[in-house]
């Protein structure tokens, strides 16, 4: 994504210039019709539910179907909303592709499509193909000297991505604004959702109608944010979980980026994304070319398939992470940056014998960091803190069975520390002699400074060669204020994102089979890009475990379980001050990437042996947990929230029944089970660890399911009628397994 450089003359010449192309491509349940009349900018006349079979006569009358009459008072040609929306064909929302030379020119454009090619064969004439497929667009336009190539796949999992990439074949400099891809939605996609949050506060849902203007999220904090859309949706009014028809769209970049929803005065309404370029930061000199982030859609009946094609397309990939994954402690919440071995060989010895099989030592085993205020950015053992290094406590943790983590954050720096004294050319900042505001003490390393960049990554380097470390916490706590390279002024947000990717790959290629987990103040660098070479995101520091069940909820919207860390948290919250018992503690840590964080010397015999017990169960479910479809009941307004895992194969399942609240009324409404084969057969268990919830009061079916060994009942049943929901306490839970006892009935 950052600019490269290409041969001058780059233009492609198409086998039938202005020739109308369409195409059809189907897969997962998915269809997407694309319309190139006239060679103009290639257009989506359907982006949905699958159309079936298609042949020549059904393509051009699903494009025809899809145009619209021409207005009174509007151009004088039916509007087509190009996957690149430009001015020149008439469409008077936000362009997709803004900038111009230095002399003002430039900034409108009239692209037309000069060759196509599918799965890399050239397209000649309408086609249809069933499958996965990609799809390559070569745009010109030879006055203005710009070109741009879009790629469109559409996934094995029906999930949508496309990305542009712009070259400047002109002989002037290029200063690119913006390149934003947009998909049409339909005009009864009439309702929004997506996300706001704030620190120990991250995915907040919010809903809004989609009304004519421009609903835009811009991206400013130089990483995905805690407050980022996520996923932008837009969907029937009232679509839930389970119900309606849902499109969504996600911005795959770990940098300033933007989501935007847009309705004009004509109805027609747009969903799109891309990077947001500060000014100046993206100037393409002649030849040379700029790729943008992949925007990812999604389109299914309900949020959860929504979600399901998400889920898919992570676990499909060859890197991704296998089912068994390990559980975890960190030891932050223990022991802050009070390091000391004994009392931390102590702790690890305790997990042990727990069965956690990962032991992370966060932040305060470097430099001068006894605090906050010092050591950013000087990546070397403290002799201070470890006087005989961090091989003792290494070992020991290896001897127990358990691999070993540590914490760092690379982009990061103290002005207290020895590498800003030597260099403090290397903060980022919009002058050689001002320095944006501090934020956690701290400002941010510039590593689009190749000796920056070297510094930080032969450091780390150092460390990991030196010890057996299989995983790495990698954080980043602060925002990018006036991010510009100190000696110029120019802004690097770009760059600096590009910059971490590289360090992530460097490290990882260095040392093979290295996890990585995302964390930034917890949960705002959460994206499909750093993804690529992350293992997981740790969703927020905030791991009261009533505040997890909002945030969980809603992070599993773009990402499954198995990438998801998920704690048990001491009793009383660090983040919030609230007091929550282990059941519900863990009940709400276990649908995700288990682990523990809490000053285990503190916890009795009974709770250890609660704790052992939720660490055995998690380790029997993780294959399920980390390999079914997640299901999420749609129940209106209640404060009992109804969520479970489902294999693939509709086999078995495991719900969560989580008390969120307290109702204005005694009675909940009843519990229906989503996802099941409705006509097969399973019992149902409750499964209890410890004692009941406080207070319970149990309907008929779930005393007699108590005192003997489960109760079958039919699938449809289960989903369709539900059984009367107990009586809890808020802050409440219970687990239920359901397995097939009968083969279906077909």
Known sequence: MSPRRLPVDTTVTAPHPGATQRLHLSTAGVSVVLDITDGRIPAIAHWGATLGELGADGLDAVCEAAVDPVPQNGVDVPVRIGLLPQQSDGWIGR???????????????????????????????????????????SLADAEQGLEVGIELELLPSGLLRLRAALTNTGTAPYALDELTLALPVPADADELLDFAGRWTKERTPQRRAFTVGTHLRENRRGRTGADAAHVLHAGRPGFGFRTGEVWGVHTAFSGN?????????????????????????????????????????????????????????LRAREHHVSTRRPVTLNVWEAVYFDHDLERLTDLAERAAALGVERYVLDDGWFGSRRDDFSGLGDWVVSDEAWPGGLGPLVEQVSDLGMEFGLWFEPEMVNEDSDVARAHPEWILGPSASALPLESRHQQVLNLTIPEAYAHVRDQMLAVLDAHRIGYLKWDHNRDLLEAATRGTGRAAVHEQTLAAYRLMDELRAAHPGLEIESCSSGGARVDLEVLERTDRVWVSDCIDPLERQQMNRWTAQLIPLELMGSHIASGRSHTTGRLHTLAFRAHSALFGHLGIEWDLAEAGEEELAQLRDWIALYVRQRDLLFTGDLVRADRGESTQWLQGVVSPDRGEALFALSTVGRSATSQDERLRFPGLDPAASYRLRPVLIGERPSNLIPPPWLDRALAEDGLVLPGAALERSGLTAPLLDPEQGLLFSLVRESAPRR
Do not use: C, K, N
């Open 257 to 313: 980026h933007r989501h935007l929803a847009e309705q004009i005065s004509t109805g027609r309404r747009v969903l799109g994304g891309g990077e947001l370029l500060l000014p100046g930061e993206m100037v393409l000199a002649p030849g040379e070319q700029y790729e943008g982030p992949w925007l990812y859609a999604s389109h299914g009946e309900g949020l959860d398939a929504v979600a399901s094609r998400f889920h898919q397309h």
């Open 95 to 137: 362009p997709g592709l803004s900038g111009a030379r230095p002399d003002g020119s430039g900034w409108v454009t009239r692209l037309a499509t000069e060759a196509i090619t599918l799965d890399g064969a050239p397209l000649t004439a309408p086609h249809t193909e069933t499958g996965p497929a990609e799809v390559r667009f």
